[in-house]
């Protein structure tokens, strides 16, 4: 029996209103959308360029920067940062934004940061993590942890230059080219919805498939959270690749290995030392000549790839040149299954029943700008 969310209210001051403002101010997100790059090209109509301070500069679009020791060069110009805007949306080395897009020197190339209000950014992320096709009901689940985990990350690094990653690092976003109107329904119906627990907005994980059963957060980051408990999920099973299976030839582990710091040489087996309540495997033993190498299930994901092996629920089996891993599930499997969620919603349940069968006892509150 699924429990009903306990329904309450959060006021988060995120923004102060000016005395005489006549409304709130949007939340903002900061997402690092291209990362060490050596040049990127901005077009589209009725572009803005400033600098770090905010003051216009003169430039001819389409424009190319590039990193110019710790500045940006930039059709001539030479600025600390380049900001450029559009009251539509601008092309980024050929891929849709809307909002702010800030250039900064980081590293050996340049940083690429959009600043863009927060539900615009979840239209855009939507389709990059489902499909907005999929039943309302499980749209409307993804918008509220996505805006979750959006919020929480933009406290917990205030003080960094960008709040989220466009990748699974954090969560995937593209930009603005495959919008649609479903994915913006869904969000408009959730609007400042987020997922609470002891009166704070929640690090909402997710993932693709959990193959059977949800894990808990400190099996997979060593980080216990009460509403990250696992949970039986029937639902996923019928999934696309909900079972996988790949070969990887002995010389290929031991060279992933290595790249890890794991002195493997000569592997002949590869077996689980334990599991947990899940089924996903806590420790793998390598056995090779080298004699017995033990290492978290995770740590391996990591080394091969987590599209290679896309969980730690599997068997792994010795075969003539290598090794053959059949498991189940793609991803962590911590919070909430996405394609559980896609089933549930098939058969009726409400995003807010789908939201607490994956994250017990949280509420769901609603952020008010000020």
């Known amino acids: 029996m699924v429990n009903y969310l306990h329904l309450c209210c959060i006021i988060i001051s995120l923004f102060v209103m000016a005395p005489g403002a006549a409304c709130a101010l949007p939340v903002t997100i900061r997402v690092a959308i291209q990362k060490h790059v050596g040049t990127v090209r901005f077009n589209g109509e009725r572009l803005q360029a400033r600098d770090e301070n905010g003051s216009a500069i003169h430039v001819d679009f389409p424009l190319v920067a590039r990193r110019a020791g710790n500045s940006v060069l930039a059709g001539g110009v030479r600025v600390k940062a380049l900001r450029v805007s559009s009251p539509g949306y601008l092309r980024i080395n050929g891929r849709g934004y809307r909002g702010t897009t800030e250039v900064i020197a980081s590293g050996k190339g340049l940083l690429v940061i959009n600043e863009i209000g927060l539900e615009e950014y979840l239209v855009g992320l939507i389709n990059c ?27 917990a690094r205030k003080k960094l230059p960008y709040h989220l990653e466009s990748t699974v690092l954090d969560q995937v976003y593209n930009g603005c080219d495959i919008e649609d109107g479903r994915a913006a329904a869904a969000v408009e119906a959730t609007r400042n919805e987020v997922l609470i627990y002891d009166g704070k907005v929640v690090q909402a ?43 990887l030839a002995q010389k290929k582990v031991e060279t992933l290995l290595r790249a890890g710091g794991y002195q ?33 299930a995770v740590e391996f994901r990591k080394l091969a790839g987590y599209s290679v092996i896309r ?32 089933m549930q919603a098939e058969e009726g349940f409400s995003y807010r029943e789908i939201l607490s069968y994956y994250y017990p006892g949280v509420g769901l509150g609603r952020i008010v700008e000020e």
């Open 205 to 247: 994980f997710f993932h693709s498939r959990c193959g059977g059963h949800t894990e808990a957060s400190e099996n997979v980051w060593a980080l216990k959270l009460p509403y990250l408990r696992g949970v039986e999920c029937r639902y996923c099973s019928g999934s696309p690749s909900s079972k996988w299976e790949v070969s």
């Open 264 to 296: 493997v040489r000569g592997i002949r087996e590869i077996r689980p030392v334990n599991r947990y309540q899940s089924g996903r495997i806590a420790d793998l033993e390598v056995l090779s000549e080298s004699g017995s190498t033990v290492l978290p």
């Open 311 to 342: 969980s730690t629920d599997f068997v792994v089996r010795t075969a003539d040149d290598g090794f053959v891993f059949t498991g189940k599930g793609y991803g962590h499997g911590v919070g909430l299954c996405q394609w559980g969620a896609k």
């Open 129 to 155: 993590e489902i499909s907005s096709q999929w039943p309302m009901e499980a749209v409307k689940a993804q918008a509220v942890i996505a805006r979750s985990y959006a919020l929480y990350q933009k406290e």
